[in-house]
């Protein structure tokens, strides 16, 4: 009843001539087209419907190279934005609908920030502009992370160092890193699954982020790296242990695992261990670290590499919920990540709206998870999604070359009646 009082109070105050409207108004420019519209109005209908809707991204700092282009989707907020690099001589910056594309112009850091302009809120990212990555068969020096070539058949290049979110600075080829629960992209203090955000609680309400999460917004080592970097396939892995030999050794006083292939390649992985509720597990005894591939029929269980002072291999006893190490690897055959260029979407009863696909292989399937609700189709990269009644849907959206998905969470709203006369 009191969401019907402010819609009737909305309405007549729009349609007043003589209103007068300040930027700080409620009942105002939203849009800040320079003046009171029905587009103003609708807007603050969802606003009133659907609530406050925080500005947030999918990832905060970003790692590119030279002439190369990152992109990091607006997550959620108004749909007005705006994004401004502070040294467009080190990264440029563009902006479609929720994507921003942050291109390397220069070796350097800036800060790109990206406001709401509907609320004014603000968020930072922090762009880190390097040379282009070449590969070594070791560290040539401390400027980790270096790109190492082990002569592998694929031609994946290991990095020399683990994702270290929390200081960045230290990354080395002996430092722990960080410690992440599967498709998590921060650190935290316990890793049990009623602190797992990507269940409700339990180990059987796990959510199915896909068979593969490797260059999507769940995966640690390309949100925080960028460019090409992302976590390991559970192939990569293998064949990391086919074409490789072991030896279980220390450097700087840590103890850890150093794959050498026939080229002369090598790396080293400290013996992490991992962490299990707040307590740290086999330190110096064992290396666990994750890939970025799923058990197909566990949904609670992701596939990693463990290794002690006398085997390496891959398990697939992982429970999603720990907190593991992560090296990432660069593919020889980079499929291009799958984005889209809006996460949300508010509509009506029998409106339309179209979301794009703003980067992935080409090919493209679309699934509406309530078709009584909302409906999807596809039709080269633009989705185009339609209300039928009142409710909530998730669409989901799937590179069917490299398996990657997208979901779009629909809420509809039905046909808004003001009753009585004008």
């Not at 390309?222 to 990569?236: A, Y």
């Not at 002072?309 to 593991?324: E, K, T, W």
């Amino acid at each position: 009843m009191k969401k019907l009082f402010t819609l009737f109070t909305i309405f007549l105050t729009a349609l007043s001539s003589n209103a007068q409207i300040t930027q700080n108004n409620l009942f105002g420019d939203l849009n800040k087209d320079g003046k009171v519209t029905v587009s103003d109005v609708m807007m603050l209908v969802n606003i009133v419907m659907n609530g406050q809707k925080n500005l947030s991204l999918n990832a905060e700092n970003v790692s590119v190279t030279i002439d190369k282009s990152y992109t990091v989707t607006i997550i959620s907020g108004y749909g007005k934005y705006t994004a401004v690099s502070s040294d467009e001589s080190i990264a440029e910056v563009s902006l479609e609908g929720s994507t921003i594309t942050i291109t390397g112009k220069a070796a350097g850091t800036v800060v790109v920030t990206v406001t709401d302009q509907i609320t004014d809120s603000c968020m930072e990212i922090n762009v880190t502009v390097t040379e282009d990555i070449i590969p070594y068969l070791a560290c040539p020096d401390d400027h980790h992370p270096h790109m190492i070539d082990l002569g592998l058949p694929s031609g994946t290049k290991w990095a020399c160092c683990n994702v270290d979110t929390d200081h960045p600075e230290n990354q080395s080829p002996t430092n722990y890193g960080g410690y992440y629960a599967w498709g998590e992209t921060e650190t935290k203090s316990t890793y049990k699954w009623s602190t797992y955000i990507h269940c409700n609680g339990t180990d059987d309400t796990c959510h199915d982020l896909g068979s593969d999460i490797a260059g999507t917004q769940y995966d640690v080592a390309h949100v925080k790296w960028g460019d090409s970097w992302q976590m390991p396939t559970r192939d990569q892995i293998s064949e990391l242990l086919n074409n490789t030999t072991f030896t279980w050794t220390s450097k700087n006083d840590v103890i850890g695992i150093q794959f050498t292939s026939v080229n002369g390649g090598s790396i080293f992985m400290p013996a992490a261990g991992y962490r299990n509720d707040s307590a740290l597990g086999n330190k110096g005894l064992n290396g666990n670290y994750w890939s970025s591939s799923q058990l197909p029929s566990n949904l609670s269980i992701a596939y990693d590499l463990d290794f002690g002072s006398g085997s390496a291999y891959i398990y697939d006893d992982g429970f999603r919920n720990f907190g593991q190490s992560v090296r990432p690897v660069v593919s020889s055959s980079i499929v291009a990540n799958l984005h889209i260029s809006s996460a949300t979407l508010s509509i009506f009863v029998g409106d339309v709206e179209s979301v794009e696909i703003t980067s992935g292989s080409g090919s493209y399937a679309v699934e509406s998870s309530d078709e009584s609700v909302a409906t999807a189709t596809i039709q080269n990269n633009i989705i185009t999604v339609g209300a039928v009644t009142a409710g909530t849907a998730t669409i989901t959206v799937t590179d069917t070359q490299s398996s990657q998905t997208a979901t779009i969470s629909v809420t509809v709203s039905g046909n808004l009646v003001i009753n009585g006369n004008c």
